[in-house]
């Protein structure tokens, strides 16, 4: 599976409103954002999915490729690209292809250690989450950061795509990706940041 070198996690609660994040988010699609994944924390099922759809428009447009965080039925409902899961939503990895055994989504799972690692790939998925590779204030994982180590550690195991995670910046970039990363994700840095389309011009140039 090839993907983008970036992919920018975020969802509402990062913003004043939904507006304001629609708005971040498509200024970052127009600027060339290759991937966005919405990891929505605080919007009920029906808001949530209609801004989804609406994400799901944008993205398009763009070419920009659209992953939902945590909800493999939003996901499937809104059309996006793909779902990323969690250690506790492993489960539903297995739902998925159980009932939609021709899903064209692409499947990614977050590890922190050698052992999830394994437990990850005996589901199959299209890449994993490595991290968290640097401290981050974005997502409390309990995990204490690992550095580039845990690329090079998790590389010994698969050879699938890795996604680095975690207080990732664009000086950090060519460490990650000689230690066997395939794509950074970002979130704060870009979700804060007084000229976001800059900066991601920076990850990506």
């Known amino acids: 599976m090839t ?3 970036l992919v920018y996690l975020s969802g509402t609660q990062d913003f004043p409103s939904i507006e304001a994040f629609f708005r971040h988010v498509e200024t970052l699609c127009r600027a060339g954002l ?3 994944q919405f990891r929505e924390k ?3 099922d ?3 999915l209609e801004l989804a759809d609406r994400l799901r428009v944008l993205t398009r447009e763009t070419g920009t490729l659209l992953t939902i965080n945590d909800r493999t039925d939003m996901a499937l409902l809104s059309g996006a690209d793909g779902v990323h899961l969690g250690q506790d939503d492993i489960p539903s990895v297995r739902t998925l292809r159980t009932i ?3 899903s064209t989504l692409h499947l990614g799972i977050s590890t922190h250690n050698l052992y999830e690692v394994r437990r990850a790939l005996l589901l199959q998925p299209d890449y994993l989450g490595v991290g968290p590779i640097f401290s981050t204030s974005t997502k409390d994982v309990g995990v204490p950061p690992r ?3 845990a690329l090079t550690e998790t590389r010994t195991a698969t ?3 890795l996604i680095a995670i975690g207080g990732i910046r664009p000086e950090h970039a060519p460490e990650l990706f000689r230690a066997g990363a395939t794509s950074l994700a970002v979130s704060s840095i870009l979700t804060h940041s007084d000229d976001p389309a800059a900066l991601l011009r920076a990850f990506l140039f």
């Open 3 to 5: 993907l983008p070198r």
């Open 34 to 36: 290759p991937w966005f």
């Open 42 to 44: 605080s919007l009920p």
């Open 46 to 48: 029906e808001p949530g």
């Open 100 to 102: 939609f055994p021709s």
């Open 147 to 149: 550095g580039s180590r």
């Open 159 to 161: 050879t699938l795509p």
